[in-house]
């Protein structure tokens, strides 16, 4: 299985700050990879696939780049309602796999 | 509108059986790549199953042998059928739709709770 290396696990930081997110693949998976956004109690909704598409809807302050093995999401200007898990999760192999999740919390 | 209402969660004895459904609305399940997603409680997400829309079925190594991915095209539902449960089973089971015949899961239900215990 391919495993999917989030970091960091948690963060804490300002409304308005830039919040960097990354994941790494234990293998090459192209640009087969997705993040979702899940807030607590509810379901994930996915934001970024492919790795850089945003999907329609989602705010433009959110985005993501990489391919390969090493990728990133971005939060351009953190708001208070983006509290919530991010993971990401490929999909070149089966079985898909997640990270581990980020918290990311306001300080 | 895209709905997915996953139904047959509760509390179920080590080695008993369940069967989860997801009634799907405003789309043909058939039609789609369908997938189980869990997620035990505190924990991460762990992909479960898919059923291809060919009806070809995938599974975790996690369940294998245990659990069957099943869809009824004239109910337009989803099922996961769930034996030989372990504790390690609990979780919240999520069915989720995968974007154009893909495993980027696009739409995803609220949710069904199984707790295995004794």
């Known amino acids: 299985d391919i495993q999917m290396t989030q970091s960091p696990s948690s963060l804490s930081a300002s409304v308005g700050d830039r919040v960097t997110i990354t994941c790494q693949a234990s293998?090459?998976?192209?640009?087969?990879l997705n993040w979702y956004q899940q807030k607590p109690g509810k379901a994930p909704k996915l934001l970024i696939y492919?790795?850089?598409n945003l999907e329609t809807g989602v705010p433009s302050r959110f985005s993501g780049s990489g391919s390969g093995t090493d990728f990133t999401f971005t939060i351009s200007s953190l708001q208070p309602e983006d509290i919530a898990t991010y993971y990401c999760q490929q999909y070149d192999n089966l079985p898909p796999t997640f990270g581990q999740g980020t918290k990311v919390e306001i300080k | 509108e895209v709905q997915l209402v996953e139904s047959g969660g509760g509390l179920i004895q080590p080695g008993g059986s369940l069967r989860l459904s997801c009634a799907a609305s405003g789309f043909t399940v058939s039609s789609n790549y369908m997938s189980w997603v869990r997620q035990a409680p505190g924990k991460g997400l762990e992909w479960v199953s898919v059923?291809?829309?060919?009806?070809?079925?995938y599974y975790a190594d996690s369940v294998k042998g245990r659990f069957t991915i099943s869809r009824d095209n004239s109910k337009n539902t989803l099922y996961l059928q769930m034996n030989s449960l372990r504790a390690e089973d609990t979780a919240v089971y999520y069915c989720?739709?995968?974007?154009?015949?893909?495993?980027?899961?696009?739409?995803w239900g609220q949710g069904t709770l199984v707790t295995v215990s004794s």
């Open positions: 989720a739709r995968g974007k154009l015949d893909s495993l980027v899961l696009l739409y």
């Open positions: 059923i291809y829309s060919g009806g070809s079925t």
């Open positions: 293998q090459d998976i192209s640009n087969y």
């Open positions: 492919d790795a850089s």
